[in-house]
């Protein structure tokens, strides 16, 4: 096996296309790209060939603010794979990342190649489960949690719903942050960056699925869902729950009912946060991470 790397953004643009599957909405180079910046990113593509054969790649970039190599388009995208054509290889491509390495959000279907280390807990929900019903997703809650979630949606002011108001996304900067002060994503400009140029991508492309409610003509809670293929991803949101209680949880059901409409089978909550997403009954897997 012979190594090359690659540091053209063209060329790896290439190379990654030839290699992804794209079952995934983070497979697809266009979103991927979102959160690549020129200012502090350069692309280190490891590149594998066998005679004059592709055979693989690991994409990472180097991130100059962190000193350290990671994942092609840093830590906010998730279920991060390796391109080979047998994975038998993985170990040795492994070997040719440099030193101060760090591979987070590693699918755990990679786990069987390699021993990598835990990460964190990503969280979804499998619909088929429920037969893609909310009302039989709703009764798997014990009579309590139902009872208490229908009294606090109940309770709530009257509101209005709107779709794919992209211009509602300063909104749920400012409510995002206001929710999580320092643990908020958007407190991260080139993930803050990175999202609002996948919105208008995913808009162009016809698979944005974002909410805005509001209360008394004012916008009070913002949900960015983007659907692609079986998968609803609920990318992030913001909700002003110190104000109006309850409205975060109107804002989960809502997406969950938009991606059973949508046909989706998974809602994808992702990563972190896992305090509020537990109290949905959500399946979860153990995201990998490689450290060097």
């Given at each position: 096996m012979?190594?090359?790397?690659?540091?053209?953004?063209?060329?790896?643009?290439?190379?990654?296309?030839?290699?992804?599957?794209?079952k995934?909405?983070?497979?697809?180079?266009?979103?991927?790209?979102?959160?690549?910046?020129?200012?502090?990113?350069?692309?280190?593509?490891?590149?594998?060939?066998?005679?004059?054969?592709?055979?693989?790649?690991i994409?990472?970039?180097?991130?100059?603010?962190?000193?350290?190599?990671?994942?092609?388009?840093?830590?906010?995208?998730?279920?991060?794979?390796?391109?080979?054509?047998?994975?038998?290889?993985?170990?040795?491509?492994?070997?040719?990342?440099?030193?101060?390495?760090?591979?987070?959000?590693?699918?755990?279907?990679?786990?069987?190649y390699?021993?990598?280390?835990?990460?964190?807990?990503?969280?979804?929900?499998?619909?088929?489960?429920?037969?893609?019903?909310?009302?039989?997703?709703?009764?798997?809650?014990?009579?309590?949690k139902?009872?208490?979630?229908n009294?606090?949606?109940?309770?709530?002011?009257?509101?209005?719903?709107?779709?794919?108001?992209?211009?509602?996304?300063?909104?749920?900067?400012?409510?995002?942050?206001?929710?999580?002060?320092?643990?908020?994503?958007?407190?991260?400009?080139?993930?803050?960056?990175?999202i609002?140029?996948?919105?208008?991508?995913?808009?162009?492309?016809?698979?944005?699925?974002?909410?805005?409610?509001?209360?008394?003509?004012?916008?009070?809670?913002?949900?960015?869902?983007?659907?692609?293929?079986?998968?609803?991803?609920?990318?992030?949101?913001?909700?002003?729950s110190?104000k109006?209680?309850?409205?975060?949880?109107?804002?989960?059901?809502?997406?969950?009912?938009?991606?059973?409409?949508?046909?989706?089978?998974?809602?994808?909550?992702?990563?972190?946060?896992?305090?509020?997403?537990?109290?949905?009954?959500?399946?979860?897997e153990?995201?990998?991470?490689?450290?060097?």
């Amino acid at each position: 096996m012979e190594f090359k790397i690659c540091k053209d953004i063209g060329e790896c643009g290439k190379l990654w296309d030839l290699f992804s599957p794209s079952k995934r909405l983070f497979d697809v180079w266009d979103f991927r790209l979102c959160f690549y910046d020129s200012k502090d990113n350069s692309p280190y593509f490891i590149v594998g060939y066998e005679g004059k054969s592709h055979f693989g790649l690991i994409p990472l970039q180097f991130t100059k603010s962190r000193n350290q190599y990671n994942y092609f388009g840093g830590w906010f995208p998730e279920r991060n794979s390796f391109f080979l054509k047998g994975k038998s290889k993985l170990a040795e491509f492994l070997e040719q990342c440099p030193e101060s390495t760090l591979i987070e959000g590693i699918d755990p279907a990679e786990g069987r190649y390699y021993n990598f280390l835990e990460d964190e807990r990503t969280y979804y929900l499998d619909l088929s489960r429920y037969d893609h019903s909310f009302e039989k997703y709703f009764s798997s809650f014990d009579k309590k949690k139902q009872k208490n979630l229908n009294r606090e949606l109940k309770n709530l002011p009257k509101y209005s719903i709107f779709h794919n108001r992209v211009k509602d996304f300063e909104r749920l900067v400012e409510l995002n942050i206001k929710q999580y002060e320092e643990d908020s994503k958007l407190n991260n400009e080139t993930i803050k960056n990175g999202i609002y140029k996948m919105v208008n991508l995913a808009n162009k492309k016809g698979i944005l699925d974002m909410t805005s409610l509001e209360i008394n003509s004012k916008t009070e809670a913002v949900d960015i869902g983007i659907v692609y293929g079986q998968w609803y991803h609920a990318i992030i949101g913001g909700a002003n729950s110190q104000k109006i209680p309850g409205i975060g949880k109107l804002m989960t059901i809502l997406d969950i009912k938009n991606a059973i409409a949508k046909k989706a089978r998974f809602v994808d909550f992702a990563a972190t946060s896992g305090h509020w997403k537990e109290m949905w009954n959500p399946d979860m897997e153990m995201l990998l991470k490689f450290v060097k």
